[in-house]
């Protein structure tokens, strides 16, 4: 099974960006790969995802704001966030090939 390891995640203050990586242990190519949150005491949503094409759709929430890209020769997948509101605030996962990573924490404080 595939390893997905995340990381870039932090604490930022409102309005800031943020870049979050996700490093597959194998292949990401011709595999649709996507990202998700999970917020304290929330179920686990939808933030977007990026086909092997490079063709992504993103969750209403974050549309305008964040964008996801990849580099397949780097078997890396990445989501950019920008404008971030308190309500950003959750632990971000990678999701592909049936395998989860173990998730970012993202805070948006001040």
């Known amino acids: 099974q595939v390893q997905l390891v995340e990381s870039g995640g932090g604490l930022v203050q409102p309005g800031g960006s943020l870049r979050l990586s996700c490093a597959a242990s194998r292949s990401i190519f011709n595999v649709y790969y996507s990202w998700y949150r999970q917020a304290p005491g929330k179920e686990r949503e939808f933030v977007g995802g990026?086909?092997?094409?490079?063709?992504?759709n993103y969750a209403d929430s974050v549309k305008g704001r964040f964008t996801i890209s990849r580099d397949n020769a780097k078997n890396s997948i990445f989501l950019q966030m920008s404008s971030l509101k308190p309500d950003d605030t959750a632990v971000y996962y990678c999701?592909?090939?049936?395998?989860w990573g173990q998730g970012t924490q993202v805070t948006v404080s001040s």
């Open positions: 999701y592909g090939d049936d395998a």
């Open positions: 990026i086909t092997s094409g490079g063709s992504t």
